[in-house]
């Protein structure tokens, strides 16, 4: 009965999880105030501006550095203090990843495949053969996309239970990343992987994420699940002479020349438009994903 | 191009601190030749004048005038011909204003107008050559001393104090300046420059993407060290250590981090080490074999056992006073490169699972183990030298303090850097010049002469030497406990470290 309890116990804990993270550098904030947690199984896509404080909140998500106050986990264990048990259930990919350039494609995944209990060498000799990486080469001499072809083979032969991806196709072709995408699905699919990986690329976004969060100056300004973002939020428009009545409460705000306003607004907890979008004149216009983080970026 | 933008480009196409180290050289070439003619009186000091100041305009010409090359490459591969061919403008202009200042200065007091003019134009043209010739020709260059004092039994070369000097070497000047046009030629034409592997230039390898402009100590020359990855992709293959695997894995920590630091930290195949070895041996037995061709033939009355004596001492005063500190300088570039980058080996150890439980006590073995293992090499090769040459006790001993510095730098320097407790800048350079300049002047000053009858003031020169040595070792250790400390307080080892 407890050996139940236990098992179901391990199967709720947040694969990875953030409470009040605030973390800067040189005196500027990057981070201020996240909370943000993973369900098991799921595929969250982060997506936010360059410098939005994407790749720090994922190293922070880590524990690959002490933010300055909050606290992160991972499979339940402080992220700066993990064990080799949780280390080996998962993966990260970093952004233009340059480690051990020192050694071959093959040499790479052999050396890091001895420490992964459940490494799939065979799964790495074949990608490395169907992306066509030669394996011989020097990592330093390879293509940046190449590189990055290799970092993400080493991630997935490990058969992590979390995979984190640090703008994975930002250096590749859209063949390779349509292959990547591909694969993320099919793992968060069959195997239930827990994937989190940070975008530019809204489309990639609604091919694969099942949630997406949104990281505005260090702020998270929205996570919710893909189709929701469509039900939830809306563009308001009001036309100028009731502009006075505008919603103080939008995740944007722009006035046009003819003096009337565009908000970007989220249904109530009743799942009720803010009472200005029913005044005479105005109107609320469903938003793709991507008119929806131009939106609220601008 | 105006005569305004002429003046400036030199200071244009420098960092600030570069075209004030260019100021600092001409400087010293003016104090330097000044100097030689106020101290020596004899009819040839005009020879010496014009060498020490030579001397300084070489170092301005390789390491300030030759960057507007990278200048012009730039013009070309942003389509601004103006400025490339402005830029070729700029170089004469500078080239004959110094070879003609320095000529009518130096000429002026001492005559001989033709043969300065002559050595400022070969030192000139000499700097900017080392710093635009591919490396596979530079790097054998400096052979060329022992090659030369080999020369004359073959080929009787005329000193400039020969009357035939102007005769031979105008040519060779002359012949110099068109292979320098080529150089340049070759380095602005090239379709990608940065890309010519072994046959990058000098003046290249220091432009990478570490630059982040301003000078400092520390930082500076770390940032301008060309990054690990970027000189992997520039080496041929045959140079490169080959990596052996074959005891890595979660039961071998030490190995296991030691292949993860990679550079004189990565486990090799003995083969691997063989070469590298034989990398470091075939020029030295090269000069060996040059200097007895030159020696013995030239001074038929000195045996091999002078030639012994001497070569042995050279080296002893040379690797004692510069091999350690660069072991110890490239061992602690390579730490620091490692624990600068975020995207790099830090993320990958800090989640690798099996590194075991005392990961840190097995990344200071692994950090120290190799640096110290070389710096033993090397000390046991000094007394060796120093037991060969009958050094007395007392020179042994700074020699052996010597080693012992740089290994302590090495120590404290890593526990910093893997610590994240970095100091500030200036307290660095503080300490490494403190360094560097008492372990010169313990070499240099004892195989020399005896300390103790040097005096400063009221004690002797071993007195003050064994005071900063003393000195030193109590900041070396005070920083080393420091970084310890810092690694302890951290959740683990392999966050980044950044300079306070």
Redesign the interface.
């Known amino acids: 009965m407890s050996a139940v309890r236990q098992e179901r116990d391990v199967s709720v804990i947040a694969p990875l999880a953030v409470r009040q993270l605030v973390h800067c550098y040189e005196g500027s904030n990057v981070l201020t105030g996240v909370d943000l947690s993973l369900q098991p199984g799921s595929v969250l896509g982060l997506i936010g501006r360059n410098g939005a404080g994407k790749s720090t909140l994922i190293r922070a998500m880590l524990g690959l550095l002490e933010p300055l106050s909050g606290s992160a986990s991972v499979f339940g264990e402080p992220a700066l203090k993990l064990s080799d048990t949780s280390k080996a259930r998962l993966a990260y990919v970093p952004q233009q990843p340059e480690a051990l350039a020192w050694l071959t494609a093959q040499q790479m995944l052999d050396y890091v495949g001895r420490f992964y209990p459940r490494w799939d060498a065979s799964f790495a000799n074949n990608t490395l053969q169907r992306w066509q990486i030669q394996p011989n080469k020097l990592l330093a001499k390879l293509s940046p996309g190449e590189r990055q072809r290799v970092d993400l083979i080493r991630a997935l032969a490990s058969q992590p239970e979390l995979l984190v991806l640090d703008e994975p196709a930002a250096a590749l072709d859209p063949v390779a990343r349509r292959e990547l995408l591909r694969e993320i699905a099919l793992r968060a699919g069959e195997s239930g992987t827990t994937v989190l990986f940070s975008t530019h690329i809204v489309s990639d976004l609604e091919r694969v994420a099942s949630e997406v969060a949104f990281l505005h100056q260090g702020k998270l300004l929205m996570h919710c699940t893909v189709d929701e973002t469509k039900e939830r939020y809306g563009r308001l428009w009001i036309p100028g002479q009731i502009s006075y009545a505008a919603p103080t409460r939008s995740l944007s705000w722009r006035r046009h020349d003819d003096g009337s306003l565009s908000l970007v607004v989220e249904r109530d907890t009743n799942g009720a438009w803010p009472e200005a979008a029913n005044l005479s004149g105005a109107r609320v216009d469903a938003m793709g994903l991507e008119d929806l983080f131009v939106e609220i970026a601008e | 191009m105006s005569a305004q933008d002429i003046l400036s480009a030199p200071w244009r196409a420098n960092r600030p601190s570069t075209a004030w180290q260019g100021l600092v050289l001409l400087v010293l070439a003016v104090w330097g030749a000044t100097a030689a003619g106020i101290f020596m009186d004899h009819s040839d000091c005009w020879a010496v004048c014009t060498f020490v100041a030579g001397f300084f305009l070489a170092l301005l010409w390789a390491f300030v005038m030759s960057n507007m090359v990278l200048l012009a490459i730039d013009a070309r591969q942003l389509r601004v011909p103006a400025l490339e061919r402005g830029l070729m403008s700029v170089m004469f202009f500078y080239g004959v204003a110094c070879v003609a200042l320095s000529t009518a200065l130096l000429g002026f007091f001492f005559g001989h107008f033709a043969a300065i003019a002559i050595l400022i134009a070969l030192f000139c043209v000499g700097g900017l050559l080392f710093a635009l010739l591919p490396r596979f020709v530079v790097t054998p260059l400096f052979l060329l001393p022992a090659a030369l004092n080999a020369i004359p039994f073959h080929v009787a070369l005329p000193g400039p104090l020969s009357p035939d000097f102007v005769h031979w070497w105008t040519p060779v000047a002359l012949g110099l300046c068109v292979l320098t046009l080529w150089c340049w030629h070759r380095l602005v034409h090239a379709a990608d420059p940065y890309a010519m592997g072994w046959g990058r230039p000098l003046v290249m390898l220091f432009r990478g993407g570490g630059q982040t402009g301003g000078w400092n100590p520390w930082t500076g020359y770390l940032d301008r060290a060309a990054d690990?990855?970027e000189r992997?992709?520039d080496s041929p293959?045959w140079i490169?250590?080959r990596?052996d695997?074959g005891e890595?894995?979660?039961g071998q920590s030490v190995t296991?981090l030691r292949?993860?630091l990679?550079?004189v930290f990565?486990p090799q195949t003995v083969l691997s080490v063989l070469r590298r070895i034989a990398l470091v041996l075939v020029p030295f037995l090269c000069y060996v074999a040059l200097m007895e061709l030159g020696h013995d033939r030239r001074h038929p009355v000195q045996t091999w056992q002078d030639l012994w004596h001497d070569g042995a001492l050279l080296t002893l005063v040379l690797v004692g006073a510069f091999g350690g500190m660069t072991l110890a300088m490239v061992s602690l570039t390579q730490l620091w490169q490692r624990w600068a980058?975020?995207?790099?080996?830090?993320?990958?150890l800090?989640?690798?699972?099996?590194?075991g439980r005392n990961v840190k006590s097995n990344l200071v073995s692994a950090t120290l183990r190799p640096t110290l293992r070389l710096q033993i090499l090397l000390l046991a090769f000094l007394l060796a030298l120093a037991f060969y040459l009958h050094l007395s006790i007392q020179t042994t001993m700074f020699v052996l303090l010597g080693q012992l510095g740089a290994a302590g730098f090495a120590v404290a320097f890593s526990l910093l850097i893997i610590g994240g407790r970095l100091p500030g800048r200036w307290s660095i350079a503080g300490v490494a010049v403190f360094g560097c300049i008492l372990i010169c002047i313990s070499l240099f000053v004892p195989t020399l002469s005896d300390p103790a009858a040097i005096t400063l003031g009221p004690f002797s020169l071993r007195a003050a030497l064994l005071a900063g040595w003393l000195v030193l070792s109590l900041i070396l250790s005070r920083l080393a406990r420091r970084g310890w400390l810092g690694l302890q307080q951290?959740?683990?080892p392999?966050?980044?470290t950044s300079q306070a």
Do not use: I, Q, T, Y
């Open positions: 690990s990855v992997l992709r293959d490169r250590g990596a695997l890595c894995g979660p296991s292949m993860a990679g550079g990565m980058k975020v995207n790099g080996e830090l993320s990958l800090a989640l690798l699972p099996g590194l951290r959740p683990h392999f966050l980044p």
